[in-house]
């Protein structure tokens, strides 16, 4: 499935990790990877090119504590949400997590499905925030700043609230095709003055600004009874 997110789940337990990656990748949802190590995360992150969506930390690492970690990541400017794993439950120790920056605490043994639903709930969350930064094609996508960079070419692109709505609504259906009606009611609300020939102008003129040949889409495509977008077509 295109679009899944790359998530980081940093913890020594090879049995626990194993399994989290394992749990992460059968749904399609995320593109998981691990770290046994704060050296080893640190690499990994440090990687260009390389975007996690968000971090799964254990607090106790063979060379470090996850907390301290997360301080340090937070304080080299790193935005991402990141959930701390824990075999503590005590409130000094789920103070000092968040105090470092986490977003979320979870103690150990977790279920689950709950563990999913925290993630995707922070996931939400960052993508409406300001800070949140998507890649299609050849573009930094930045929703809040209504704005595509083009690095390569250090273009920017000016996007409308609705091209904006439209992008970011599309690429959270993860490569999935979106009928026209349902982005319709997404983008403008039930509002029955607006038909989707608006939805369709509204593709139109975006198609314009993005697809280097606005006849052969390769990013926005129509498909399904509506349109798919392909983050990852060049």
């Given at each position: 499935?295109?679009?899944?997110?790359?998530?980081?789940?940093?913890?020594?337990?090879?049995?626990?990790?194993?399994?989290?990656?394992?749990?992460?990748?059968?749904?399609?949802?995320?593109?998981?990877?691990?770290?046994?190590?704060?050296?080893?995360?640190?690499?990994?992150?440090?990687?260009?090119?390389?975007?996690?969506?968000?971090?799964?930390?254990?607090?106790?690492?063979?060379?470090?504590?996850?907390?301290?970690?997360?301080?340090?990541?937070?304080?080299?400017?790193?935005?991402?949400?990141?959930?701390?794993?824990?075999?503590?439950?005590?409130?000094?120790?789920?103070?000092?997590?968040?105090?470092?920056?986490?977003?979320?605490?979870?103690?150990?043994?977790?279920?689950?499905?709950?563990?999913?639903?925290?993630?995707?709930?922070?996931?939400?969350?960052?993508?409406?925030s300001e800070d949140a930064v998507f890649t299609i094609g050849p573009y930094v996508f930045r929703p809040a700043a209504k704005q595509l960079l083009e690095p390569i070419k250090n273009r920017r692109i000016r996007l409308t609230d609705k091209e904006a709505s439209i992008l970011k609504f599309l690429y959270r259906a993860a490569g999935r095709p979106v009928a026209r009606q349902v982005l319709l009611n997404e983008v403008w609300g039930y509002n029955a003055a607006v038909t989707t020939h608006t939805l369709e102008t509204h593709v139109y003129r975006l198609r314009q600004k993005i697809e280097p040949d606005p006849t052969s889409s390769k990013l926005l495509l129509t498909e399904g009874g509506g349109y798919r977008l392909d983050p990852a077509a060049t």
């Open positions: 499935m295109a679009n899944r997110h790359p998530v980081l789940v940093i913890d020594d337990d090879l049995a626990l990790r194993t399994e989290l990656i394992e749990q992460l990748a059968s749904g399609g949802e995320f593109a998981p990877d691990g770290a046994q190590s704060i050296e080893e995360a640190s690499a990994k992150l440090g990687v260009v090119d390389t975007r996690f969506d968000a971090i799964l930390l254990d607090v106790s690492l063979p060379d470090g504590d996850g907390r301290d970690f997360c301080k340090k990541l937070r304080l080299s400017g790193l935005k991402i949400p990141i959930i701390i794993l824990t075999g503590s439950g005590a409130e000094t120790d789920v103070v000092r997590g968040l105090d470092a920056g986490a977003n979320d605490y979870i103690t150990k043994p977790f279920r689950l499905n709950e563990l999913l639903a925290r993630l995707r709930a922070q996931l939400r969350s960052f993508e409406s």
